[in-house]
């Protein structure tokens, strides 16, 4: 079951990456961390998905100083693919032209995002950085998880703001939005995970799994 698990991981990497690239394009405000990711852009140059990389590296080195141990291998996967994926959708993806088109391709990628949380949670591989950062603060203050996550959102959307990142409707749907469709979209994916990952057992026990004709010993 380790190429069903990593590889449902990866997809939703790239699925969530398609999502993120969707929103830059639009221009019509990001997440916090995206508005982060441009404003260092703008200010910097590099990609938005190098700079996501980076800043996943900064993260993780924060995390590992308050925790004093290595954050899971999914993390620095999570770290790294995540913006190799928003650097190669954001190549492919044509920058829209008229203002619907900006608006179907926001709320397209919100929709996609959340099923990309839920599809790269669903095999249970490791937070990501961001949130290994949150649950660490969490811990060691004790504080609420959901207020521990407002107060970094929060921080850096602001900085992001300040860098020239787009701070638009898409920042405040997404905002607001992600929980609900992440509400929805994760029990999604992890039924079908678990579907997965049931067949693929029942597949590779004999015992487990039902008579097929094409199951044989080799002998003719």
Not at 28 to 33: Q, S, T, V
Not at 92 to 112: C, E, K, N, R, S
Not at 201 to 210: A, I, L, P, Q, T
């Amino acid at each position: 079951m380790f190429f069903i698990r990593w590889s449902t991981f990866m997809f939703g990497l790239m699925v969530m990456g398609l999502g993120i690239a969707l929103m830059v394009h639009a221009e019509l405000g990001g997440a916090p961390w995206d508005v982060l990711h441009i404003g260092l852009t703008n200010h910097f140059g590099l990609t938005v998905g190098t700079w996501s990389i980076l800043m996943g590296f900064v993260v993780l080195s924060l995390t590992a100083l308050i925790m004093k141990s290595w954050p899971q291998i999914g993390a620095f996967l999570n770290m790294l693919f995540l913006g190799l994926f928003i650097d190669l959708f954001l190549w492919l993806i044509p920058v829209p032209t008229h203002i619907l088109f900006q608006y179907a391709m926001m709320i397209t990628g919100i929709l996609i995002i959340g099923y990309g949380i839920g599809i790269y949670i669903a095999p249970g591989c490791g937070a990501g950085p961001r949130d290994s950062l949150m649950l660490a603060l969490q811990i060691k203050t004790g504080w609420k998880v959901q207020h521990v996550r407002v107060l970094m959102e929060v921080v850096v959307l602001t900085i992001g703001w300040l860098l020239g990142g787009t701070v638009f409707i898409g920042t405040l749907i997404f905002c607001f939005g992600i929980g609900s469709v992440v509400g929805v979209t994760l029990p999604h994916c992890k039924r079908i995970y678990d579907s997965i990952l049931k067949r693929g057992k029942k597949d590779e026990d004999f015992n487990e799994g039902s008579l097929r004709t094409h199951y044989h010993d080799g002998i003719s």
